[in-house]
């Protein structure tokens, strides 16, 4: 079999080999092994980061993302204080819905949790009502002024790599739980099939945001995958403002904003220069607690990557979607 048959082969079977492996490798640990399936999802998640880390290298969708973009070391500092947040915000959050339910003296849930179901089934629904919160979350980071304060710095990043997927400004992460957190819990959602959820959200949101040249074909139509997430981090708003799942595009093809153009994905991602997040990580951790929310010196700024392969130059000198961004209060 020659290579011009071999490459589109294995650019189709790629996906679901990086995301359907690690899957199955956790759930081994977790359900044949006997390991904490928390303990077993933190091994197999570093191990599967790693290995990403490798395949962009190998197989890169966009060359210039290869390159430092100077915020390889914010990158890692937001990520392992989004994990940290993350879970002091889940225990903080679960405690005072414990609290406020009981106060009214109601059952902790709602009880309306299908038990009996087959429990595939009961996954696919556990998956749906976590990933309906959190597209509301993610959604309204986009549409409230003070919410997008902090998600900008997730999307200040100038190229998309698997090292930035937990790029994200604590209040955001805190935020995140607060809203995605209560639809499944209130419904009754079982701890056991939330743990289903955690660990598919993880693995697509590591290859949602990595650098591999992968087409994602039927996947596209219901899962967030890179073809999709590399439009939501356009720097054009009408475009940004799209694809909000986590791990599923199911909502998003409910309320109206899954989109799937034919014409290739944007090379040149970020903000377009409309919000000047810093560089510096204090700085960008602080300005949007401020009045005047993000405001990088002219020597600060986040700097913009070249423009990409595909030869998106132009698009670098578009205003429209960088005036759109500008009309957000920060």
């Known amino acids: 079999m020659n290579s011009e048959r071999v490459a589109p082969l294995l650019s189709n079977a790629l996906y679901p080999l990086l995301l359907g492996v690690p ?32 395949v962009e290298r190998a197989r ?12 390889l070391r914010n990158d890692i500092v937001l990520t392992v204080v989004g994990v940290a947040a993350n879970s002091i915000a889940t225990v903080a959050l679960l405690w005072a819905l414990t609290w406020a339910i009981k106060l009214m003296e109601p059952r902790i849930s709602l009880n309306l949790w299908p038990e009996h179901w087959p429990y595939p089934i009961q996954i696919v629904c556990g998956v749906l009502l976590w990933d309906l919160g959190n597209h509301l979350a993610h959604r309204w980071a986009h549409k409230v002024p003070l919410l997008w304060r902090f998600h900008a710095v997730h999307h200040s990043a100038p190229r998309l790599s698997v090292v930035n997927t937990g790029r994200f400004h604590p209040l955001d992460v805190v935020k995140s739980v607060v809203i995605g957190a209560p639809i499944p819990v209130l419904l009754g959602v079982p701890a056991e099939i939330s743990l289903w959820y955690a660990s598919f959200n993880v693995f697509v949101g590591l290859l949602t945001h990595s650098n591999i040249d992968v087409n994602c074909g039927i996947f596209n139509q219901f899962l967030s995958t890179p073809n999709l997430h590399r439009w939501h981090h356009s720097p054009h708003r009408i475009e940004t403002d799209t694809n909000f799942g986590e791990a599923t595009i199911i909502w998003d093809r409910v309320f109206g904003t899954y989109f799937n153009p034919s014409r290739p994905p944007r090379r040149n991602v970020g903000l377009g220069g409309a919000v000047r997040v810093s560089a510096k990580l204090t700085e960008a951790l602080l300005h949007p607690l401020t009045t005047l929310g993000h405001r990088a010196s002219d020597a600060n700024p986040i700097q913009e990557l070249p423009p990409g392969d595909a030869g998106f130059a132009s698009e670098l000198r578009n205003r429209v979607g960088s005036e759109q961004l500008k009309a957000r209060t920060l």
């Open 23 to 54: 899957l199955c490798v956790w759930a081994w640990l977790w359900k044949a092994v006997g390991w904490d399936a928390s303990i077993a999802l933190q091994v197999v998640y570093w191990g599967y980061l790693l290995i990403l880390v490798f």
């Open 60 to 71: 890169p969708f966009e060359k210039e993302w290869l390159k430092n973009d100077g915020q």
